[in-house]
């Protein structure tokens, strides 16, 4: 086994998210139906970051690299692995992770498609409408792999939706192989129900087979992998199919599922929940790095929910405060 280099390495999308008020009319007048998530193409992606105002906020997102964000700032050694292309955009996302401590040395997409952003436009009561560019995020293939990268972290932890890219996917397994191969675990999340319904055969052939050590999901996610409103009776099934499976449940907590046995904590309270994104991205940050760390699962669970506790207490998917320093205050340090 080679000497561990990284806590967690996490393979996903890597998104820049630019959000900026809009005036009345704006949304209309674009032709986009407010509160919507409209998925665009390049044209459209560059025409409408064009048209957003000078006051815009950069932020790079990405469920996966908002789970690195989360581990590193728990203290953990973070690293991410997911495609930019060469320009502005791919500069800025970088930037990030470099700033908060996240190994990140995936090549650049060059003379192809533009890094992948979000353009969040914000009307005047609040309502939020999504433009979402896919662009270089999916040309993700098995040479942005790197074994020594791979086999040097505890976990390798990957997103469902990199089972959307035929290349991508390639990947996903690759890296999954490199992590055996160094006797390290290898874990996704479902990332959504809409995903699990697109390829629930094989999400299940993945765990199954052990190409996957660790699963993550949410109710609805778990549910519909086994077609089922029984959350208990869909607990049972992962609970024969997975080494572990790690179940998120809003307001009431997580529980994890190993050896048979079901592991539940409760949420931590908040006073206000600002904005949820995120929060599955940050349970994981906090779960993964427990195990990692050799942590119980019991208190593996407890540093998710806190790390899911905090990003929900204000706008964006990246956390705000210094999730070890209040690991520390939780007695949950690993």
Known sequence: MTQTRFDVLTIGNAIVDIIAPVEPGFIER????????????????????????????????????????????????????????DDPLGDVFETDLNEIGVHYNTSRLKNGALTARSMIFVSPDGERTMNTYLGACHELTERDIHADEIGGAAITYMEGFLWDPVEAKKAFVLAAHYAHKNERAAAFTLSDPFCVDRYRAEFLDLIRSKTIDYVFANVNEIKSLYQTEDLGEAVREIAKDAEVAAIT?????????FNGEVISVPAFPVDKVVDATGAGDLFASGFLLGLARGQTMDAALKTGCLAASEVITHIGARPQLDLEELSQKHGLAG
């Open 30 to 85: 674009e032709g986009m139906q407010e509160g919507i998530m409209h998925l665009i193409d390049t044209d459209r992606a560059e025409d409408l970051y064009g048209k957003m105002p000078l006051g815009r906020e950069q932020i790079s997102g990405g469920s996966a690299a908002n789970t690195a964000a989360g581990v590193a700032s728990l203290g953990g050694r973070a690293a991410f692995v997911g495609k930019v292309a």
């Open 249 to 257: 449940m809003g307001a009431e907590g997580a529980m994890a599922v």
